[in-house]
């Protein structure tokens, strides 16, 4: 016999019965399908998903990933909101040592540390705390530190349209220090310079004295 083709199956499922049931929200599936993700994963990886220990972890590591790849969702508009102000000066600003954590996109793998991020305004000033929950909406995806690093660079330049920005991004990648060439000391450094901080030479170089790089651990 001819085993039934994948249409006509489908044409005989049964129509979806009528009463009302509450709808499970869409990401509460994808949660749930994360979770069976997991859970196999564990088995493929030698353990025993039923293990007390275990039991809840495929439910905590979806929760975790979908927290720490939130920035997809994140709406850059919204965050900013109505914090940008107008202000004469055109000086320096710089927000040192905003702490950030993010994921490698090869590894999945953290790569966690530090944003400094500096601009020149041009009429326009941005509320403070606005500058590192743009770094979080960037580095809450998979990422690579370069990319990471400009996209930081192209959302003030769009939303501030200042003389200038700077973003400089030193982390540690742990598919370095866990696994690979397992190098525990050393730092990556990516910079991304617009506006004045590439064109001018003497404000590029007033933002490296005001970081004071180099001296850190
Ligand atoms: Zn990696």
Same mark, same amino acid.
């Given at each position: ?17 009528? @009463?009302?049931?509450?709808? +499970?929200?869409? %990401?509460?599936?994808? *949660? ?9 994963? *564990?088995? =493929?990886? #030698?353990?025993?998903?039923?293990? !007390? ?8 590591? +979806?929760?975790?990933?979908?927290f720490? @790849?939130s920035g997809y969702k994140a709406d850059l508009e919204k965050i900013v909101g109505t914090a940008i102000?107008?202000? #004469?000066?055109?000086?320096?600003v710089?927000i040192?040592d905003i702490e950030m954590f993010s994921?490698? !996109? &090869? ?5 966690? /540390?530090?944003a400094?991020v500096?601009y020149?305004?041009? #009429?326009?000033i941005i509320g403070l705390s606005k500058i590192p929950r743009i770094v979080d909406a960037y580095a809450r995806r ?6 990471l @690093?400009?996209q930081i660079t192209?959302q003030l330049?769009k939303t501030l349209?200042?003389? /200038?920005?700077?973003v400089?991004?030193?982390?540690? &990648? ?5 696994? /690979?060439?397992?190098?525990?000391? %050393? ?7 617009? #506006? ?11 933002? *490296?004295?005001? *970081?004071? =790089?180099?001296?850190?651990?």
């Open positions: 016999m001819k085993p039934r083709s994948k249409k006509y199956q489908n044409r005989t499922l049964p129509k979806p019965s009528s @009463t009302k049931q509450p709808k +499970a929200e869409p %990401s509460d599936a994808i *949660l749930r399908e994360l979770e069976q993700n997991v859970r196999r994963k *564990l088995v =493929l990886l #030698g353990e025993d998903p039923d293990r !007390e220990g275990l039991m809840d972890t495929p439910k905590r590591y +979806a929760k975790a990933m979908r720490l @790849t102000f107008n202000e #004469g000066s055109s000086e320096i710089i040192k994921l490698c !996109e &090869h590894h999945m793998l953290p790569f966690y /540390g530090k400094h500096a020149v305004p041009n #009429g326009k998979l990422q690579v530190q370069e990319r @690093t400009s192209a330049m349209k200042p003389l /200038g920005v700077a400089i991004i030193e982390s540690f &990648h742990l598919c370095m220090m866990m696994r /690979g060439v397992e190098k525990q000391n %050393s730092y990556t450094i990516t910079s991304s310079m617009q #506006g004045v901080f590439r064109d001018d030479a003497r404000t590029r170089q007033e933002l *490296l004295s005001l *970081l004071n =790089l180099g001296g850190r651990r």
